[in-house]
């Protein structure tokens, strides 16, 4: 008789037990304007995240990857103002914006409780939870008016998601 290799054993039950798909849900929505007006925005950026938390503890960022984080958040408000038809310019400063935008990262740790039952169950046992509030967008107008939009992490957990869970692991993106 063959015996089972203890490392196939072991990577067997991490590719089982990782049967994970991660979807994000934007709350808060307004509603969608019928008309954009013309608009020139000089915005800031600021992004508060020092560290995110995972199953070992707090992990601190370095100083390279929190600036390549605000350069990519950069990169993407002007793509998108320039979409709507907007002159949009990054400020040095907040007295010289007329728009400021806060992105807070709140990671949390990286399972819910109910997937370690997914995961001692080598993914028979299904699991879903919700990670609320993992990203927080706060927009404010020099007018003061500030409205925040609340991105909330959704992880669903089976043995049958072992065919698509790669799709997710692979497009995980801010």
């Known amino acids: 008789m063959n015996h089972i290799s203890p490392k196939l054993l072991l990577l067997s039950t991490l590719l089982l037990s990782g049967c994970s798909v991660i979807t994000y849900e934007l709350r808060d929505e307004l509603p969608e304007s019928k008309q954009i007006a013309t608009c020139d925005i000089a915005f800031t950026l600021s992004l508060q995240s020092e560290a995110n938390t995972n199953t070992f503890g707090d992990v601190e960022h370095a100083d390279?990857?929190?600036?390549?984080?605000?350069?990519?958040?950069?990169?993407?408000?002007?793509?998108?103002?320039?979409e709507l038809g907007c002159a949009a310019t990054?400020?040095?400063?907040?007295?010289?914006s007329n728009f400021s935008?806060?992105?807070?990262?709140?990671?949390?740790?990286?399972?819910?409780?109910?997937?370690?039952?997914?995961?001692?169950?080598?993914?028979?046992?299904?699991?879903?939870?919700t990670k609320h509030g993992q990203y927080k967008y706060t927009f404010t107008r020099n007018s003061g008016e500030s409205y925040s939009y609340n991105i909330d992490q959704d992880n669903y957990n089976h043995l049958v998601l072992f065919p698509v869970f790669w799709v997710s692991y692979f497009t995980a993106n801010e």
């Open 90 to 96: 990054l400020a040095p400063n907040t007295a010289e």
């Open 101 to 129: 935008i806060v992105v807070s990262r709140d990671l949390q740790l990286s399972a819910l409780p109910q997937e370690f039952l997914t995961g001692l169950s080598l993914g028979i046992i299904p699991s879903w939870g």
């Open 64 to 82: 390279e990857e929190r600036n390549s984080l605000k350069q990519d958040y950069i990169a993407s408000t002007l793509n998108t103002l320039d």
